[in-house]
T-cell receptor, first 110, second 118 residues
Framework: EDQVTQSPEALRLQEGESSSLNCSYT??????LFWYRQDPGKGPEFLFT???AGEEKEKERLKATLTKKESFLHITAPKPEDSATYLC???????????FGTGTRLLVSP | NAGVTQTPKFRVLKTGQSMTLLCAQD?????MYWYRQDPGMGLRLIHY???????AKGEVPDGYNVSRLKKQNFLLGLESAAPSQTSVYFC?????????????????FGPGTRLTVT
């Protein structure tokens, strides 16, 4: 069964304090790994798709990386507006469905 | 371009009542999905559709029905609401990045419907 585990559940950072969020996965065959951002009371917002081990993608202060067993979302010099829940999801080969993790709640204090 | 829209935004039902949630997308996406999101459980797939006139069961389909009569709309019905269906419901749509099942399916989400069943 395909599974996604995210850690930590919650993370509190000071503005400018860099850190990483982890997404561990087990999947029969990985077609893609996705990162989303979700603000309170809103729907998830698509950030990145990673396709194969070694791949990296960047957007502003966020960089996502992928290995064969996990993905990391690195946040460099975060700002309070980066506060949100970050969700990870995987798509298995041959399926149109995504399996989501439960997310990491990030709070960045000024 | 409105993207994915959902109506209503909030609803309170009594046990046993029925209702329909409407999802609409203007991106010409083939695939559409209904999820529920509960604290500590993450997003769980209820039903999905890979094209007009098609539907399929997801992870938690019991107590829900869906219809996709038009490509741009995906309806989620609760025939007899139960307190266990209190949740936030999200609709999403996607398109394949390449032909067939070899593609990836970035999903784009609506703003959600908060449903409370008393």
């Amino acid at each position: 069964e395909d599974q996604v585990t995210q850690s930590p559940e919650a993370l509190r950072l000071q503005e400018g304090e860099s850190s990483s969020l982890n997404c561990s996965y087990t999947v029969s065959g990985l077609r893609g790994l996705f990162w989303y951002r979700q603000d309170p009371g809103k729907g998830p917002e698509f950030l990145f798709t990673l396709y194969s081990a070694g791949e990296e993608k960047e957007k502003e202060r966020l960089k996502a990386t992928l290995t064969k067993k996990e993905s990391f979302l690195h946040i460099t010099a975060p700002k309070p507006e980066d506060s949100a829940t970050y969700l990870c999801a995987v798509q298995a080969t041959g399926f149109q469905k995504l399996v989501f993790g439960t997310g990491t709640r990030l709070l960045v204090s000024p | 371009n409105a993207g994915v829209t959902q109506t209503p935004k909030f609803r309170v039902l009594k046990t046993g009542q029925s209702m329909t949630l409407l999802c609409a997308q203007d991106m010409n996406h083939e695939y559409m999905y209904w999820y529920r999101q509960d604290p500590g459980m993450g997003l769980r797939l209820i039903h999905y559709s890979v094209g007009e006139g098609t539907t399929a069961k997801g992870e938690v389909p019991d107590g829900y029905n869906v219809s996709r009569l038009k490509k741009q709309n995906f309806l989620l019905g609760l025939e007899s609401a139960a307190p266990s269906q209190t949740s936030v419901y999200f609709c999403a749509s996607s398109y394949p990045t390449s032909l067939g099942l070899a593609g990836t399916y970035e999903q784009y989400f609506g703003p959600g419907t908060r449903l409370t069943v008393t």
